[in-house]
């Protein structure tokens, strides 16, 4: 998107500030590439896109961690959020899945960080 109306757009007080992941999948799917060519995966033009946000998600952090400050990194970030939720649609990965091991990561990062009691009121399922 030319990030001038990326900027217009995020400066309107009619947009949402919260997500509707059902209206969002419902458009995921309906924007999927059906069309399978010589044996490549459904969505597969799609899962070119996914690569495609990720290498320009690294510029943009790249760029930010040099000192550059640009509405471009939350332009990037939200890309990558859907590109990942077009992944999970197409690869078949379900959301209670992908919840699960976001919890079993994070319970390890804060196995690991965790020094004080308060700190440990964090775990998100009981240690063994």
């Known amino acids: 998107m030319d990030l ?3 900027s217009k757009e995020m400066a309107r007080e009619d947009v949402p500030k919260d997500v509707d992941w059902k209206k969002i999948d419902k458009c995921i799917h309906l924007s999927i590439d059906k069309r399978v060519e010589k044996g490549l995966p459904w ?3 799609n899962l070119i896109n996914v690569s495609s946000e990720l290498a320009e998600l ?3 952090l790249t760029k930010y961690m040099l000192g550059e400050r640009s509405i471009n990194l939350l332009e990037e970030i939200a890309d990558v959020t859907c590109a ?3 992944l999970s649609i197409i690869v ?3 959301e209670e899945e992908l919840a699960k091991a ?3 990561k994070m319970q390890r990062e804060i196995k690991r960080i965790a020094t004080t009691d308060e700190e440990r009121k964090l775990l998100l399922y009981p240690m063994e």
Request: avoid cysteine.
């Open 84 to 86: 990942l939720r077009y």
């Open 102 to 104: 976001i919890n079993v």
């Open 58 to 60: 690294n510029v943009a």
């Open 4 to 6: 001038e109306l990326f």
């Open 92 to 94: 078949g990965i379900h």
């Open 43 to 45: 969505g597969h033009k």
